[in-house]
């Protein structure tokens, strides 16, 4: 890979999401000291009034002057950079890949300049590549000043594992950046500069009443060409990309390439209602189809960065799934709506409330839960620790529940429950009687019963029913087996480990990623 790179826009991989997933929801939002307390209130405005920033933008013709919004914003938009040192044969074949080379082939498969070069020869006939030297790989991608003291907002994926950040401003100036907090699971960070004199900013609006058909604009560095802004309408709210339990996306035809992640969409007030994240491209390029996080839920995720460094989320602790019109006839529900609980964890808040399986969910502190996708995004305004009502379909009625919403665990915390509840990275696994046995054709295995939405399994490909009939070279017999090799991986600090799967498409290899993702 070359040494400058473009960090590049997250392509989606369009597939049916899962059929169950872990709520948790994002944290209740919590006071914060002023006068960073001030910029963050759940207004469309993080600016003072006197601000030019929330000044009325000129007309002509009644209608708002794109390029009056452009030059209200653009100084506030910068360009982030990030580099990443990698050692001696880092990328090479048998080495570890470098992680910026690692995005590439994991979100650009396809893309002829990420393929390896066809072998003429068996392996063990080819010349080995000479050692190389400690080298730094670069990326870029961009982000948006909310306050005057050098706030910073951009995507997660822009500088995770990064271990230099610097922030170049629109008056050319160079600056070194401090990580404030990153949010894996809603791909947002926030970064933090120490510049002289008062910055240019921009105020978040609200992105719920952002209507589709309004005019927004895009501001960012797209394959760093230098600042660059393109128009465009809301297409579509509350799309769902398969990148999590969490997703709401506003959906957008602005164009917007690599390079654009973490900048900012705005409305023709010049406020900010969401953060350029993701685009939907067969090419690697702009199609008319790009994603951005709503500045709704961007300003929790970053009040939450602001406050602890990551994002204090409530648990209720169940695994939901889709309600069927089969389904709700069988449970003599009316309609298919709601959120039916198919597993229950153990010692979870759900647990202690007495919540089974076979319920469904259909409000939540008297909001109606729709489908399943609402139940994570409602526990997200609850503060780990408060009392909520829920109003469960059980036994063809309509019953009440008051469940104390938990604390999530942590990565690592999940990591030990799941090792003893039969999961690992995201799997859950279930050993194979006989009749399985013959009917799948395997002499030994482990089958996979569900798989969590955006887990390491879930980006791997695994699905429910895939049977594990190997690690490496070693057969499995029972989950125990696979939580030890993987366990064994991570204590080696391996990057992943190769499953042998049989599944519908037959036997196939599978790299299942284990510790830091």
């Known amino acids: 890979m070359s040494s400058q790179q473009n960090s590049p826009k997250r392509p989606i991989k369009w597939a049916l999401a899962a059929a169950m997933l872990a709520v948790a929801g994002f944290g209740a939002l919590q006071q914060v000291d002023a006068p960073w307390a001030e910029t963050l209130r759940a ?24 390029a009056d919004v452009v030059d209200r914003v653009g100084p506030a938009v910068v360009t982030v ?37 066809p072998r003429s020869q068996p392996r063990d006939q080819q010349a080995r590549p000479a050692p190389r030297a400690e080298r730094k790989v670069q990326g870029l991608g961009s982000g948006f000043i909310i306050d005057k003291s050098g706030r910073i ?15 170049e401003l629109s008056d050319g100036r160079k600056l070194k950046a401090e990580l404030v907090g990153r949010d894996e699971k809603t791909d947002l960070a926030l970064l933090k500069i120490d510049a002289k004199g008062d910055l240019p900013t921009v105020a978040f609006g609200d992105s719920d009443t952002a209507r589709v058909g309004e005019w927004v604009v895009a501001v960012g560095n797209p394959f760093g060409v230098g600042q660059t802004a393109t128009a465009g309408i809301i297409s579509a709210h509350h799309r769902n990309i398969g990148a999590g339990p969490y997703d709401d996306f506003l959906q957008l035809d602005a164009p917007i390439n690599r390079g654009n992640s973490g900048g900012p969409t705005v409305n023709l007030k010049g406020e900010v209602i969401g953060v350029n994240t993701a685009i939907f491209s067969p090419s690697g390029g702009s199609v008319g189809i790009g994603f951005a996080i709503p500045s709704n839920l ?185 939580a030890k090799e993987v366990a064994s991986a991570e204590k080696a600090q391996a990057k992943s480990v190769l499953l042998r799967v049989v599944n519908r498409q037959g036997t196939q290899f599978v790299a299942l990623p284990v510790g830091k993702a």
């Open 153 to 167: 907002v951009t995507n997660n994926h822009v500088v995770e594992d990064a271990d230099e950040i610097t922030v």
């Open 298 to 482: 961007a300003k929790q995720i970053i009040r939450d960065l602001n406050d602890n460094g990551q994002v204090q989320r409530g648990w209720l602790g169940v695994q939901i799934q889709e309600v069927t019109p089969e389904i709700a006839d069988n449970l003599k529900l009316k309609e298919a709506k709601g959120a039916l609980v198919a597993k229950v964890e153990k010692d979870s808040p759900a647990a202690s409330a007495k919540l089974l399986p076979g319920d469904v969910i259909t409000h939540l502190n008297g909001t109606e839960v729709k489908s399943v996708r609402d139940l994570p995004r409602l526990v997200a305004n609850i503060k780990a620790g408060e009392t909520s009502k829920f109003a469960v379909w059980r036994d063809g009625k309509e019953q009440q529940f008051a469940v104390k919403i938990g604390k999530a665990p942590s990565a690592e915390e999940m990591a030990k429950a799941d090792r003893k509840d039969g999961e690992v990275a995201g799997m859950q696994l279930g050993s194979l009687d006989p009749q399985m046995r013959q009917a799948l054709g395997v002499q030994e295995g482990v089958i996979i019963t569900s798989v969590a939405p955006g887990s390491a399994a879930d980006k791997s490909g695994l699905d429910r029913g895939d049977v594990i009939v190997a690690i490496g070279n070693k057969p499995v017999a029972n989950p125990g087996d696979v």
């Open 81 to 117: 950079h990030v580099t990443q040192k990698v050692g001696a044969n880092a990328g090479d074949e048998d080495g570890a890949q470098a992680p910026f080379e690692e995005f590439f082939r994991r979100f650009f498969e396809g893309d002829p300049r990420f393929q390896g070069a």
């Open 43 to 66: 207004t469309t405005s993080l600016t003072s009034p006197a601000d030019a920033a929330s000044a009325p933008l000129p007309m002509e013709n009644g209608s708002t002057i794109i």
